[in-house]
């Protein structure tokens, strides 16, 4: 089991496989994506060699980001790659979904176990604005095809920001009241290259939860593997609520994820200063060695993201890591 010298342990690993994204979320990529790179992406050999790392280092779940992972034609063939590896429990997507009653026929057969879609408004005008594509309604429609998926785990994303969607929080609450799905509020984060949006756009997560706890909702527990997310359930909603709150007080001491760039590199934390260089040893097809590295980079993984003191790291924004 990989554990670090805080003591905390890691059973989820979240698989980049591409920094290319479709969308412009005002958060992220305002102006669109702007390569920097060869953009020689991780190979289905190199994914499955993670995998199978990963997994005998006692990881459990895989979540594959981007980037927006379906812009890759191969996912439904690194879905099954990682689903037909030895201990891997969970295998997760999470997607922009702008194609998704196209795409999720595919995920599914490959063996996709839960699905995680960014909707940062339910008002169409809104999420076009915020994304710079007027998908909402096929994203929509896609959703009501994986709730009726008995077997798969739907999660929503909604990065919380003042002047776009903070006003929409009881349009959202009403929308899960009767959908089978975990609606998760993020807190937005400042990067690299959001400072005065995120001075403009910053709303606390405690202010949700707040309002949360006086409505009648109530703590939820979780598995081990799940994210960092607070969790809340009303007995009067099917949905459930997850809070994301980097900026909340102790929040990494629950860190129980790593991170693969889809270049090959670890990195420790979101916001680490760089990310490990991983693909020389993938070219050796040495597994042994790829986790003997692995396991004497997780000393030197920090008590904290640093956040609170803006310091962001090498995070110039979220489509480099997929969060």
Sequence with gaps: MLTDTFGRRFYYLRLSITDVCNFRCQYCLPDGYQCDHDRKFLTLPEIKLFAQTFAKLGTEKIRITGGEPSLRKDLPDIIDTCKQTDGIKKVAITTNGFKLPEHLPSWLEAGLDALNVSIDSLDTNQFKLITGHNKLNTILDGLDTAFAEENLTVKINTVLMRQFNFGELERFLAWIKSRPVSLRFIELMQTGDNATFFGEQHVRGETIKEYLLKTGWLPAIKD????????????????????????????????????????????????????????????ENDADAIADRITALLGDKKVSHFLHEKLTGATKHLSMLGG
Excluded at 264 to 281: N, T
């Design 224 to 283: 081990k593997t799940a994210g960092p997310a607070q969790e809340f359930y009303h007995p009067d909603y099917v949905g459930k609520i997850g809070l994301i709150m980097p900026y909340s007080k102790d929040f990494c001491q629950s860190c129980n994820r790593l991170r693969i760039s889809s270049l090959g590199k670890l990195h420790l934390c979101l916001f680490a200063e760089q990310g490990h260089d991983l693909r020389p040893l993938l070219a």
